[in-house]
């Protein structure tokens, strides 16, 4: 089992920049596919990014890519998305997931597949 605890949301301008982390306990953070989600008022959670457990695969709604990076950190057990060019469509609560899994290349999207979820970030982007 792992627990994973988000941070970094806040209030930022439009076309500023946020970076979220999401801290995983225990010591298999590798064997967890990783992903953030995110949630607007009144409207259901979606994908935002994910990334293997091998670290060397990732994918991006179009919403955000080009604009989102999703990176991890295996010596200190956190995954990181690095928001630039940021919208107010990007007001959300974003939250980080895992998944354990045995394929090591493989980025898991749907909300569905994953196991684990954190409490949620709050990300406001004022226009």
């Known amino acids: 089992q792992v627990r994973l605890v988000e941070s970094g949301g806040g209030l930022v301008q439009a076309g500023g920049s946020l970076r979220l982390s999401c801290a995983a306990s225990?010591?298999?953070?590798?064997?967890?596919?990783m992903g953030w989600f995110r949630q607007a008022p009144g409207k259901e959670r979606e994908f935002v990014t994910g990334?293997?457990?091998?670290?060397?695969?990732?994918d991006y709604a179009a919403s955000v890519k080009g604009r989102f990076t999703i990176s991890r950190d295996y010596a200190k057990n956190t995954m990181y998305l690095q928001m630039s060019s940021m919208k107010p469509e990007d007001t959300a609560v974003y939250y980080c997931?895992?998944?354990?899994?045995?394929?090591?290349?493989?980025?898991?999207?749907?909300?569905?597949?994953?196991?684990?979820w954190g409490q949620g970030t709050q990300v406001t982007v004022s226009s």
């Open positions: 997931a895992a998944r354990r899994t045995v394929a090591a290349a493989s980025v898991v999207i749907g909300e569905g597949a994953y196991e684990y």
């Open positions: 990334i293997s457990r091998s670290g060397d695969m990732t």
């Open positions: 225990g010591r298999t953070f590798s064997s967890y596919a």
